[in-house]
């Protein structure tokens, strides 16, 4: 029985990880996936070179990354029509997440992503069409950096904020010293072109085409419904998507408290 009435259910950032894949060239990832009522669920997995570069990660990595969450601060009010505090030490665990229900061709995906703000200057903008994502980046001085930037951030953003229907991103370019020294807005649909002339640019439609291969591909090689059973899907860059199915409890990610729940929801 699919009591949820969706093929898939996942996070925002691994649907992120799948659609930019074609143009990835140094990380690779690991997504395990079980059936489940008819559903897949879909969940990341760590990879060895991922855990080894979060565990050396110097002090300044460690800074730049807490100043993305302090550049939200910064612009952000904690309620409407409030101004910024930044004072105060940021919590990193502090989150508000969107619910999203949609489709990719013969596909339906249920889908979670933390959402940064929203506009409330237009009360007339909706979610989704009022949120608005924030994002940090080394100031660009050179157009080698300029092209690098297009070609293996920009995708990244365009990805993570066209799956919910985030339309708008601001970033905060930081100086060498990490101060963010100047902002530009992108509108999430037009990132495209900016890169669109480029040599080697991504291309939009490669990243939605391989996505749903890759679910299909998901759907084809996972037939058994079994919340015990993982398989676990790994791409490198320049090999082939593999695959290894895994019975014990190694890889389990759905808990017992939800599996009972469904099962009581079934029964009744």
């Known amino acids: 029985m699919d009591q949820l009435r969706t093929d898939f259910i996942t996070w925002r950032g691994h649907l992120t990880k799948i659609l930019t894949t074609p143009y990835e060239n140094r990380e690779g ?16 997995v760590e990879t060895e070179e991922a855990r080894r570069q979060r565990e050396q990660r110097t002090e300044m990595q460690e800074e730049l990354m807490y100043g993305g969450y302090k550049f939200e601060q910064y612009l ?8 910024p505090n930044p004072e105060g030490v940021v919590n990193t665990n502090e989150a508000f997440c969107c619910v999203v229900r949609t489709r990719l061709n013969g596909h339906s ?83 495209h072109h900016l890169v669109k002339n480029e040599r080697n640019c991504w291309k939009p439609a490669v990243c939605l ?50 599996v009972d729940n469904m099962t009581l929801q079934e029964g009744s």
């Open 29 to 44: 990832w690991l997504l395990a996936v079980t059936r489940f009522n008819g559903t897949y669920y879909m969940s990341e």
């Open 76 to 83: 952000c009010a904690d309620k409407p029509g409030g101004n």
């Open 109 to 191: 995906l249920v889908f979670s992503g933390e959402v940064d703000c929203k506009d409330d200057s237009d009360p007339r903008l909706k979610a989704p069409q009022c949120y608005v994502e924030l994002k940090t980046s080394r100031e660009i001085y050179s157009p080698n950096q300029e092209r690098n930037f297009h070609r293996f951030k920009l995708i990244k953003w365009w990805a993570q904020s066209f799956l919910p229907g985030v339309p708008r991103i601001i970033a905060g370019f930081r100086d060498d010293n990490g101060v963010v020294v100047s902002l530009q807005s992108f509108e999430t649909m037009k990132i």
């Open 209 to 258: 085409n391989f996505c749903n291969a890759f679910l299909s591909f998901v759907r084809k090689i996972v037939t058994r419904d079994d919340h015990r059973m993982v398989t676990l899907f790994s791409w490198e860059p320049g090999k082939d998507i593999s695959y290894t199915v895994h019975t014990d409890h190694t890889y389990t990610f759905i808990p017992d408290w939800y």
